[in-house]
């Protein structure tokens, strides 16, 4: 199914984002970037899919890149719900 890939798609950023905050969070930067650091990566990620994936749900760039960065932006939610799932 389409919408299935689209989502697919999507997923992949966030884990992509999400590893490139991981490698950020280990290195001497101030963790105060790793959003807008994850955004920007996202964003990138979201044009760049919408080129090489038929299924991305987005058929402009403008789009592309908003859904891009959103989903980079998860990545720093998913951070936050696996500390707190572990402080459990």
């Known amino acids: 199914d ?3 890939l689209g989502i697919a798609s999507v997923a992949a950023i966030t884990v992509i984002a999400y590893i490139v905050g991981l ?3 280990n ?3 101030d963790n105060k970037w790793i959003p807008c650091i994850v955004g ?3 964003g990138a ?3 760049l899919a919408m080129k090489v994936m038929p299924d991305y749900p987005a058929t402009d760039y403008i789009t592309a890149v908003a859904v891009g960065i959103v ?3 998860a990545a720093t939610g998913v951070d ?3 500390k707190q799932l572990g402080d459990n």
């Open 2 to 4: 389409m919408e299935i």
């Open 23 to 25: 490698v950020v969070k």
């Open 27 to 29: 290195t001497a930067l």
């Open 40 to 42: 920007i990566v996202g």
């Open 45 to 47: 990620l979201g044009a």
């Open 71 to 73: 989903s980079g932006l």
């Open 80 to 82: 936050q719900l696996v």
